[in-house]
């Protein structure tokens, strides 16, 4: 397979009436899905778009999305998606960093866009497509075309440039300078990790995946095109739905999905609500998950309900294309002291656990964890820097680079990996990868703030961790918290927002003169009981736990 958009012209070939995108009570069959796309790519190759331009696109999950991604790439362009759930300065910063041809919109967004695209400078120039019926001029800028001209457009296959090395899109993710980071994905990466996956967990025509993760995440790749290599059916979870637990069961069983594949923290949340009943879900074949730890406790509680699963700990950064180790969990762990491993490779992947030295450390004693192989990324979107910094050569042989996950890990006695945690201050909290740095440089740029620091501690109530923010306010001893959370959440998604919030006189030091980071988790870990030596603020209630 050379791109990712052929999977699904093979399949539009040979089974043009099988469903291939279901969303409620709209379905596309896979030759509705190639025409569509089809189409898309031509409107936009005739509004001038060529082989590597990039495509922004501000359509929340549907089929609308899907055409939209698979259009773009048949056009030999690269998307960008856009999370239209984040406040649009944020995206805006997303927008002028990747300099798309044009963006792609619907209706629904038009108003999100007309605020990300206003804080734009003026002179880029600039592209608007809808690809529903609705034409609106934003920044004065007349659309270039909408939905109304894709039917006046060919359905037939178009001549593709592009290669397998050729970068299918550009994933942002926090970047701890306050700006968000591209990381560039090529067809080849994502086309590696599925035709493993899709072999490994035996996918076929008669299976129903879920797609659970927003289309900014990379693991909503693994769905649709695991979905699209195999000819199954894509199943798109609406995303309101997230924090319903018994939403979310129904929709497992009234979709009968053979396969659920999110975050920990959404099977956290339908353990911790009990909303799995024994023997549940018959038609599910297996669930996996990825992106952060699953606690042994949730897993068991799973894994007693549902004991025909199999269950499998993906694990992987974006940088290196949706996993890059598995563990499929030969049977119910008997306690919680039970370590899962993230276990081993993928097919031409390599997980390393190495000194400082860049030795390997031996078994048991803890390394960084590096990754070599198919899945790495060829580095970040115009950040040579950073990519040098993060992506290394290790060794003279071919194919030498390896990538520098951050995480800290250990080899075991049984040749598979552990995950231990950071070796930085990036955290996940429910699933999204958040990097501190990103959340200080937002409250730095608040007029009110004089000093600031952002810690995570581990979640009382829930997996995960508490974001905690220290400041001096420059309003002397005025508690500001409320209005700061207010300003932030023009600035940062809601996910980043701190939920407990502490205002100093001045922020603790260490011997270095350097912020106390150890003290003032102490002090957000024992504010319930003991208050520090400064004032603190009101607690506010975590924003979705
Ligand atoms: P992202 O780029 O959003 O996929 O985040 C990558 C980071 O998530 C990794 O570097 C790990 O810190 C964490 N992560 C991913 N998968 C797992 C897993 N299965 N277990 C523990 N941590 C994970």
New binding site residues.
């Given amino acids: 397979m050379k791109l990712l958009q052929d999977w699904v012209r093979r399949q539009a070939e040979s089974r043009p009436e099988a469903p291939a995108v279901i969303s409620g009570d709209r379905q596309l069959t896979y030759g509705e899905l190639e025409a569509c796309s089809n189409r898309l790519a031509r409107l936009l190759q005739a509004s001038g778009c060529k082989r590597g331009d990039r495509i922004c696109f501000a359509i929340p999950k549907s089929p609308h999305a899907i055409v939209a991604l698979l259009g773009i790439m048949k056009a030999d362009c690269w998307h960008v998606p856009l999370d239209t759930t984040s406040p649009p300065l944020r995206a805006t910063k997303i927008v002028q960093s990747s300099q798309p041809r044009l963006v792609l919109g619907v209706a629904a967004t038009a108003a999100w866009l007309e605020e990300t695209l206003a804080a734009l400078d003026a002179r880029s120039p600039l592209q608007l497509g809808w690809l529903d019926h609705s034409p609106m001029a934003i920044r004065s800028v007349a659309p270039t075309f909408s939905g109304d001209d894709l039917p006046r457009c060919s359905p037939e296959a178009l001549d593709q440039q592009n290669g397998a090395d050729d970068p299918a899109h550009i994933l942002f993710?926090s970047g701890s300078t306050g700006e968000p980071k591209g990381v560039v994905i090529t067809h080849a990466n994502v086309i590696h990790f599925v035709e493993w996956a899709a072999k490994y967990f035996d996918i076929q025509s008669n299976d129903r995946l879920s797609c659970h993760p927003p289309l900014h995440?990379?693991?909503s790749y693994f769905d649709i095109f695991a979905a699209f290599s195999s000819g199954a059916q894509l199943h798109l979870v609406p995303p309101e739905m997230s924090l319903l637990p018994n939403q979310i069961a129904d929709f497992i069983r009234n979709s009968q999905l053979t396969q659920w594949f999110s975050v920990?923290s959404v099977l956290s949340y339908m353990a911790k609500f009990d909303t799995v009943r024994f023997g549940d879900f018959p038609s599910l074949k297996r669930l996996l998950?990825?992106?952060?730890?699953?606690s042994v406790k949730s897993l068991i509680y799973w894994m007693k309900r549902l004991p025909r699963v199999a269950f499998t700990?993906?694990?992987?950064?974006?940088?290196t294309t949706i996993?890059s180790s598995f563990y499929t969990v030969p049977a119910c762990p008997a306690d919680d002291k039970e370590a899962i491993p993230?276990g081993r490779g993928c097919d031409g992947e390599q997980l390393l656990v190495l000194s400082h030295n860049l030795e390997p450390v031996p078994p048991g004693e803890i390394g960084e964890?590096y990754i070599r192989g198919v899945g790495l990324s060829p580095g970040y979107w115009r950040a040579a820097d950073l990519t040098a910094a993060t992506f290394l050569q290790h060794g003279s042989k071919e194919n030498c680079r390896i990538y520098r996950?951050?995480?800290l890990a250990r080899m075991g006695s049984d040749g598979l990996v552990y995950?231990v945690g950071?070796a930085d201050s990036?955290i996940?909290c429910r699933?999204?990868?958040i990097e501190l740095g990103e959340i200080e440089a937002a409250l730095h740029s608040l007029e009110n703030v004089c000093e600031s620091a952002v810690v995570a501690i581990p979640n009382p109530d829930f997996d995960g961790k508490l974001i905690c923010c220290a400041y001096v306010s420059a309003e002397g001893k005025k508690n500001l918290s409320i209005e700061l959370r207010r300003q932030l959440g023009r600035l940062l998604p809601a996910y980043m927002l701190p939920s407990r919030w502490m205002a100093f006189d001045k922020l603790p030091t260490n011997s270095n003169g350097k912020i106390d980071r150890g003290k003032l988790k102490d002090f957000f870990l024992t504010a319930k009981t003991q208050l520090p030596p400064a004032r603190m603020s009101a607690v506010h209630p975590p924003l979705h736990e």
């Fill in positions: 993710t995440f990379d693991l920990p998950w990825c992106g952060d730890v699953l700990n993906l694990y992987g950064p974006t940088e996993a993230i964890l996950t951050g995480d995950f950071r990036q996940k699933g999204y990868r």
